[in-house]
């Protein structure tokens, strides 16, 4: 392995989309790669590549194609050998990687909860009767009609900073956005009041990094199982494998999280009619390598119980 090692001139390529926050997030990856195998700087490359997700910001991602449209020219890229890993928010992937790509490989996760960003710092409660709320989050969208079915929704595409502009700019009162992506930033002057998750379930792997791979690269499995973060991947297990078994895309308000202790996984799901008119969930514990199984379980439990009609976006 050590004679295999990236060198300056011959460097790991690592591809990214360009945001501030993925570019964040893809030199995280870069540092961890570098202190593991002492390594300098120069010998990873991070290569930023346009996703057509980043490119058309002005509709729904539904109307576009899903979750995919944030990670094609990526895999593309992996897949023709421009890049050699690829690193990605887990919340925006698939469950499923094309033939010959594979991701096993996550950093420690972030926190998990969503933040309420009010430019006056104020909480959701303290939003008036009628106030605009912008978002392009199907789950968050439903989660607050649920929630508060007096407010009005509006789009709000684009990324972090995007949306703060947005903001700024009176599109909307408020908006929501992820904590991890505020920590990971360092953006502590942006005014944000946490949601706990007994309040809002997070998105399905929200705050986790992945690292996705070509499965026959030996020299990036051996490389990326150094900096692999076991807990992570075991959250993740559980939680993936709910949103894959509910047929789970960006056409879906789905809401799963998975927490430890000691040798038990505690998984929580919820799922909820577009409108927010309606929303059904549960829970379970069972033992950390059961986490997968529990996963489909619960979204076989939920498929069984829902009432007529409630699943309907799956053949929609």
């Known amino acids: 392995m050590e004679t295999n090692l990236p060198t300056p001139s011959k460097p790991l390529n690592i591809g990214t989309r360009g945001s501030p926050l993925a570019l964040a997030q893809a030199h995280e990856t870069r540092d961890r790669l570098a202190a593991a195998f002492d390594l300098p700087l120069e010998a990873l490359f991070i290569q930023v590549i346009s996703t057509t997700g980043d490119r058309i910001i002005d509709r729904p991602l539904k109307e576009i194609g899903g979750k995919g449209l944030f990670t094609r020219e990526i895999e593309e890229a992996m897949l023709n050998g421009s890049i050699d890993i690829a690193v990605h928010s887990m919340k925006d992937m698939p469950t499923q990687q094309p033939d010959g790509l ?28 009628g106030g ?40 909307a009162d408020a908006t929501f956005l992820a904590m991890a992506g505020l920590k990971r930033l360092q953006m502590d002057d942006v005014p944000r009041t946490p949601i706990e998750v007994e309040d809002m379930l997070p998105a399905v792997a929200q705050g986790a990094i992945g690292i996705e791979r070509r499965i026959n690269d030996s020299r990036a499995a051996d490389m990326l199982a150094a900096i692999h973060d076991g807990p992570t991947g075991q959250r993740l297990a559980a939680e993936r494998s709910f949103l894959a078994a509910l047929d789970g895309s960006c056409e879906t308000p789905i809401a799963s999280l998975a927490e430890l202790d000691g040798t038990s996984l505690w998984l929580r799901g919820e799922v909820l009619c577009p409108d927010g008119s309606e929303a059904i969930g549960d829970d379970m514990t069972v033992l950390i390598e059961d986490g997968a199984a529990a996963g489909r379980d619960m979204a076989a439990k939920l498929l069984d119980t829902a009432g007529e009609g409630f699943f309907d976006w799956r053949t929609a």
């Open 132 to 171: 605009v709320v912008g978002t392009s989050s199907l789950r968050r969208r439903a989660q607050l009609r649920l929630r508060r079915p007096d407010l009005q929704v509006v789009e709000f595409r684009g990324n972090l900073q995007t949306r703060l502009k947005k903001l700024s700019d009176k599109v």
């Open 102 to 129: 594979i991701l096993d490989t996550y950093l420690p996760r972030e926190d998990v909860r969503d933040a309420f960003i009010a430019l006056d710092g104020g909480a959701l409660a303290g939003l008036p009767q």
